[in-house]
């Protein structure tokens, strides 16, 4: 029998997979480096919504298809999953006909954007 304990270590955050960080960092990384071409705001706003909507793909990973899973299938959940990818799907669709060639010109894709 030991005369003195061993210390107690407390353990409040669990094992961070190694997909989560590398998914949250690579996009906010991704937003900081975009954002550097415009201003410091937009360094801010590029890395935090690029890193939330990682956050949120990482989450939906979580639950399918677990992070033991095959890394092409965390892949393309991870990106499937991500609202920014989504939206990009849903704008892209909206302007098809720019995508096709159909129509060109300055009132073509991004013409909204001011």
């Given at each position: 029998?030991?005369?003195?304990?061993?210390?107690?270590?407390?353990?409040?955050?669990?094992?961070v997979h190694p997909?989560?960080?590398?998914?949250?960092?690579?996009?906010?990384?991704?937003?900081?480096?975009?954002?550097?071409?415009?201003?410091?705001?937009?360094?801010?706003?590029?890395?935090?919504?690029?890193?939330a909507s990682a956050v949120v793909?990482?989450?939906?990973?979580?639950?399918?298809?677990?992070?033991?899973?095959?890394?092409?299938?965390?892949?393309?959940?991870?990106?499937?999953?991500?609202?920014?990818?989504?939206?990009?799907?849903?704008?892209?669709?909206?302007?098809?006909?720019?995508?096709?060639?159909?129509?060109?010109?300055?009132?073509?894709?991004?013409?909204?954007?001011?």
């Open positions: 029998m030991a005369l003195v304990e061993k210390p107690f270590r407390r353990r409040d955050m669990k094992n997909f989560v960080y590398g998914h949250v960092i690579a996009a906010f990384l991704a937003g900081a480096i975009t954002g550097t071409f415009f201003d410091l705001e937009a360094v801010m706003v590029f890395s935090s919504v690029l890193a793909s990482v989450l939906v990973c979580w639950r399918w298809p677990g992070f033991a899973a095959a890394g092409w299938k965390l892949w393309l959940i991870g990106i499937l999953a991500n609202p920014l990818f989504l939206a990009a799907v849903a704008f892209s669709a909206d302007q098809y006909e720019c995508l096709l060639g159909q129509r060109t010109g300055w009132n073509c894709m991004f013409s909204e954007a001011d």
